[in-house]
């Protein structure tokens, strides 16, 4: 059997689109001579639907697309896709399902059996797990398909973030395998994270391992939100070789032939570096939510720094140069570099930009009877600092409500986890592109720029330098923060890890890891309001951590 992997980039709620680009696929299987193609979880409606799932009309809209879509598949191929349904349950019930299309009607229709609530995942929220009796191969053209849905695979896995069900279920995977399954086959929508290529690979080959049988997943692709889709699909073959790998970050439609397996040593799983993985992650993950949320441009302001720079670069990967838009903002506190490398980027990059200085506006300000004497008290203090910040950001939002821009906030994760940014200042915008990037991933993701460009895009002397805010009299991150190398460790260990003050003190000087956690927990109302960004980590701000604001973070031991 010939069987087609199709790896697909959905758009939320656009069932007429997803449709089309479905059948548009199958159209090119078909003339390839695919007997089977198999596309992602929820690949109708798009993943992840959300509370869209909630509204009045849209399951009977979805299974009303499967229907019409099996209607239009040539009798002669077979088609599996997965759709949200609601169809032989409970009223008021639906489940995550995964349906063959074949001679122009659902012939088969599995549901899945474990729904993830961890980290992004609330998929107890909206739907019904499978039956139990219902978890058996599904019959196609004398194949036994063990066909399952994405957290079916992830079934006992140890991690502190991944399947812990409250109630115990079996294992579906191993039920398929006894059952006689001639193939497994999962299709799935599973985010990006770093490292997360090599976990499917670890998880696939465990099951490999123990039944011998090949093992088929299919990955969605594209950005969606805060979620990021690197595809990445494979095939395993009943040896546990990659008989097939299929890119990362595009879609792709490759193909497994069950008879004529390819040539294994040209699959192997060659692994990318760091951050080739975050910036491959960075510009699908802005470039879709732009034309999926129908941006054609944006704008941010360009400091001199490393932040906006990177953020800068991304953007013109992302949607071309032409569509971008930088404010060069100098105020009175700015170097000359600051003007200087950021006109050598904007010049490197071919950008559009301006130059309009703010110290007119700030002087205003001082001099306003309302607020001048409470500046005047405590100049460059940090009232002070935050108006200049909050000065910049209305010059972005500005051009981005007059020209229909997307306004990018630059922020790092670093920054973010300390409050070391300003509300409605460099926090204002529509899509914070570096919220889960640590500094020191920054200036990683900044050398690679310049090394996959062959040439300097994102000038040295910003890589050089030591940050700096530019709000204060010769003043750089350092007076505030501890260094970055020290600050991502600990932050790491806080927010990816969960570890505890007690924990890391045993690691990293014990005042330095209070102050970092102190100033962690007093920020979440700050990250409540910043942007959506892009997941690159295990835990990223957003709706992955849910962390309270009103609290006291106080049960450890002194």
């Known amino acids: 059997m010939k069987i087609a992997l199709a ?73 599996i896709v997965g759709h949200p349904t609601g169809q032989k349950l409970p009223p008021g019930r639906i489940a995550n399902a995964a349906s063959l299309l074949y001679e122009g009607q659902v012939s088969a229709c ?65 039920i398929l395998a006894e059952a006689g399954s001639d193939l497994l086959i999962n299709i799935s929508a599973s985010p990006f994270e770093i490292e997360k290529r090599e976990r499917r690979h670890q998880i696939v080959s465990s099951h490999v391992d123990r039944f011998s049988i090949p093992y088929l997943f299919v990955n969605q692709v594209g950005g969606n939100d805060d979620l990021v889709f690197d595809g990445h699909s494979f095939v395993t073959d009943q040896h546990n070789r990659i008989a097939l790998q299929m890119p990362g970050f595009k879609e792709d439609l490759s193909y497994f032939d069950t008879e004529h397996p390819l040539d294994v040593e040209a699959n192997k799983v060659e692994a990318s570096s ?42 013109a ?47 205003a300000f001082e001099n306003l009877p309302v607020i001048g004497d409470d500046l005047k008290g405590q100049p460059a203090g940090l009232a002070d600092q935050n108006l200049q910040a909050r000065i910049r950001g209305a010059n972005v939002m500005v051009r981005s409500n007059r020209h229909g821009w997307l306004a990018l906030a ?4 670093s920054e973010l986890a300390v409050g070391y940014c300003t509300l409605y200042g460099d926090m204002a915008g529509g899509f914070a592109v570096l919220s889960d990037v640590f500094k020191r991933d920054v200036y990683l993701v900044s050398r690679h720029v310049n090394q996959r460009a062959g040439r300097t895009i994102i000038p040295e002397h910003i890589l050089e330098k030591p940050p700096s805010a530019e709000l204060a009299p010769n003043q750089v991150d350092q007076d505030t923060l501890p260094p970055y190398d020290l600050l991502d460790e600990i932050l ?35 990250r409540r309001q910043m942007p959506p960004g892009i997941k690159l980590s295990g835990r990223a701000f957003g709706s992955g951590r849910r962390m309270p604001m009103a609290a006291r973070f106080q049960w450890e031991a002194e």
């Open 317 to 363: 990967e992302a949607i071309g140069a032409e569509h971008v838009h930088a404010l060069l903002l100098p105020s009175r506190y700015s170097s000359e570099h600051s003007i200087s490398d950021s006109l050598e980027l904007v010049k490197n990059l071919g950008l559009d930009y301006e130059i309009i200085p703010i110290d007119e506006v700030h002087r």
């Open 492 to 526: 790491k260990g806080l927010i990816e890890d969960e570890l505890s003050v007690q924990s890391l003190s045993k690691q990293f000087p014990a005042e330095t890891v209070r102050w970092v956690a102190r100033k962690l927990d007093q920020n979440e109302f700050k």
């Open 110 to 174: 599995v549901h899945k059996l474990l729904l993830p609530t961890y980290d992004v995942f609330d998929e107890h929220r909206y739907f019904r797990s499978a039956e139990l009796s219902s978890i058996q191969p599904v019959l196609f053209q004398g194949l036994k398909l063990g066909l399952h849905i994405c957290e079916d695979a992830w079934w006992g896995q140890p991690d502190t973030f991944y399947h812990n069900q409250p109630v115990e279920l079996p294992d579906p995977v191993q």
């Open 410 to 413: 630059t922020g790092n994760k």
């Open 274 to 315: 760091r951050e080739e993985q975050l910036f491959e992650a960075l510009v699908l993950g802005l470039r879709d939510y732009m034309q999926k949320c129908g941006f054609t441009d944006c704008v941010l302001g360009l400091s001199g720094g490393i932040d906006s720079a990177l953020a800068c670069t991304i953007a």
């Open 7 to 79: 790896q697909l980039n959905p758009t939320v709620g656009d069932l007429r689109g997803n449709c089309q680009r479905i059948l548009e696929t199958v159209q090119r299987g078909e003339q390839a001579g695919a007997n089977l193609i198999l596309f992602s979880e929820l690949v109708v409606c798009g993943y992840p639907p959300k509370d869209i799932l909630l509204r009045e009309g849209f399951i009977e809209a979805c299974d009303r697309a499967v229907a019409h879509l099996a209607g239009q598949i040539p009798s002669e191929i077979g088609v």
